[in-house]
């Protein structure tokens, strides 16, 4: 059964990292849809579209409960206005052409993580763990002089995705019911600016046929589907699997930006991104076999516990 519970989980894990992989091929379908457009559009249909499977679950136990606690509101909303940033500045890098630094992106986030945790929670780094960070902080600098400017595409999809997930984190909502209150916080401004572009003439939505229209509705879907294939898969796979399953999806963007749209990867690129890989490397082995000795210390103690002869009482 556990064999079983995983190999699910596996496959629900692989799903949506492979759907958010596959995401720079799709959002170039939108144009001539200008970011801003695609990305309110996404935000509208994206709150239809869980709505709509919520409706099918019936679903709605939890908004009462909800209602009761303004502080997990107020963080979700937070979560609604940081993810508009982490969507609106990875559609404009894939439309424009910066898929491979988008990528880089969510290549460095779990070194951010690791920085949230000594800033936010005081929590002490481990040797490997300095030695990642020093490597992605010299990829940084290296990938800036190559670019001849920051790559902020890539900084601020980081710092938006880390920070989205620190506010989850405090938040404890299951993905469904989280996504429900962020775009529903933002639901009204992404309406009224489709809108007021249908007004003065310049949408692009209706304007370019059924096929078009179509696609841009399915921003709802294609945002909705990988959350509920990953919460399925948080529920039967440990931490340590997530964490792994998470590189497909900047291992795939990459690949696209490279053989797919023909992105340019001089020498100093690749050096940065080799930087970002090594540090990638040794956080993950560093992680893993920190489990690795937690699991056999919880062992040991457990064995000396049962160990322990057994006082009789009178």
Not at 71 to 94: P, Q, R, S
Not at 121 to 141: D, H, I, S
Request: hydrophobic share 55%.
């Amino acid at each position: 059964m556990a064999a079983m519970v995983n190999r699910r989980g596996m496959l629900y894990g692989a799903a949506a990292y492979v759907i958010w992989g596959f995401f720079p091929l799709y959002f170039p379908l939108l144009k001539p849809s200008g970011p801003a457009e695609i990305l309110a559009q996404r935000i509208v249909w994206s709150l239809v579209a869980v709505l709509a499977m919520l409706a099918v679950q019936r679903h709605w136990s939890w908004v009462r409960d909800l209602l009761r606690q303004p502080k997990k509101i107020a963080l979700l909303a937070c979560a609604g206005l940081v993810v508009t940033v982490n969507w609106g500045v990875f559609i404009y890098g894939v439309n424009s052409g910066r898929t491979i630094e988008a990528s880089l992106g969510y290549f460095i986030n779990p070194l951010l993580s690791v920085l949230f945790g000594v800033v936010i929670f005081r929590e002490q780094l481990r040797r490997w763990q300095w030695v990642a960070v020093g490597l992605g902080a010299a990829a940084v600098v290296i990938l800036t002089l190559d670019y001849g400017r920051l790559p902020w595409i890539a900084l601020v999809l980081a710092l938006s995705f880390g920070t989205y997930g620190l506010i989850k984190k405090f938040a404890n909502m299951p993905s469904a019911e989280s996504l429900t209150v962020e775009t529903a916080t933002i639901f009204l401004p992404a309406l009224a600016y489709t809108i007021f572009l249908q007004a003065n003439g310049t949408a692009s939505f209706g304007h370019h046929g059924t096929g078009h229209a179509l696609l841009i509705a399915a921003t709802g879907l294609i945002t909705a589907i990988p959350l509920m294939f990953f919460n399925a898969a948080a529920v039967r796979l440990p931490l340590s699997t997530i964490g792994m399953l998470q590189y497909l999806a900047p291992v795939l963007q990459f690949l696209i930006g490279l053989f797919i749209q023909h992105e340019a990867m001089p020498p100093g690129r690749w050096a940065g991104f080799l930087l970002v890989w090594a540090a990638l490397v040794i956080l993950s082995v560093d992680g893993l076999r920190t489990a690795r000795d937690n699991r056999r210390l919880a062992d040991l103690e457990i064995k000396a516990m049962e160990a322990q002869p057994v006082r009789e009482t009178t």
